[in-house]
């Protein structure tokens, strides 16, 4: 216990970017219930259905309680059977899990909002979640033009939490303004702001930010450009993340993996992490991240990676004809 105790104080002080003033949120967080640091990712999970159910069972099994899901991934029926069927063999209820889900941009006229949560809600065959994202700032009219009334979505989102169908309420990949001028009309603060986020694309202040407003930031594809849709567009792109030579030798010397080092990177910012696998060893494998710890050193040498190899995989800026992640790094 003492010993667990202390590599806890010892983690908490490699926080190397930070004073303590900084990691206290200014602003209260208004966070319902706690969510889990380590979450289990479902994009790209469809083989099969039996398969993306059988990785979810399979992750609620290997201890992971908080499960990352989305309409625009296709696959929340399956998902949602695995969870069932992962809470039947581990003997779970349903407060014992944590399940996200996000509006899909097809869905942002405010008219339309409950009728996204509803249908997430019979894919995944839940009663409630615990957390509803919008996935983007960026809305599809029924005309087919782009809606980027984001604020008026919001507004349509913040009758949510009053039928009962959701805890908490947040955003995913907006800019700096797009979150300013969303704070500023909304009644209802975003609890929770998911973010891609890995050694490759630290942004430390952004991150900051966040602490200071009180916001939890979730770091997406936290193994960085692992996801194999993150095809390369370019010839420099930094090498897998996974086969990092500085990260395979932070692993090496604190007896983890390279996934490992980069889970317990993210979690020692005080930000949760989603990984995605569809292979059971390597959901286990990212799940004990959870006992790989890192030193002050560490967290220095990564720091360096995210100067050198900085980059943003996730951007469909070209393909949707919009400006996003403005005023950010990796753009
Ligand atoms: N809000 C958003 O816009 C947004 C965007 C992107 C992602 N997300 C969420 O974040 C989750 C995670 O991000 P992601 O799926 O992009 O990427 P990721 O979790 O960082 O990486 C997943 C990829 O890494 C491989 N992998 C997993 N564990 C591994 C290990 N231990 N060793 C080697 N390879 C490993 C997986 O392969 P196998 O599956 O073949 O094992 C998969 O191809 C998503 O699933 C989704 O829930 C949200
Ligand atoms: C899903 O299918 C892939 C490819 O056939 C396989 O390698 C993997 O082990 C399967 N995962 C599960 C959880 O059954
Ligand atoms: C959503 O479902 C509730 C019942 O849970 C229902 O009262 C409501 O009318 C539905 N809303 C839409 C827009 O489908
Ligand atoms: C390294 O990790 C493995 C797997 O988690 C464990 O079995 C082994 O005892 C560890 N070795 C040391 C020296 O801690």
Redesign the pocket.
Known sequence: MLSLFSATLLLLASLSHTTLADQLPLSPSTLIGSIPHLGFGTWNLKVSHSNTSDAVSAAIQAGYRHIDCAAAYGNQKDVGRGIKEGMKKVGLKREDLWITSKLWNDHHLP??V??G??ET?KELGLDYLDLYLMHWPVGNAPDGKLHYDYVQTWRAMEYLPS?G?VLNLGISNFSPTQLRELMHSASIKPAVHQMEMHPYLQQVDWLMHHRRHGIHVTAYSPLGNSNPTYSPDSTDLPPPLLQNKEILAIAEKANCTAAQVALAWGRSRGTSVIPKSSHVSRIEENYGAKTCILWNDDTKRIEGLGEKYLHRFNNPSRGWGVDLFEGLDGV
């Open positions: 008219a339309k409950e009728e949560l509803n809600l039928t169908k």
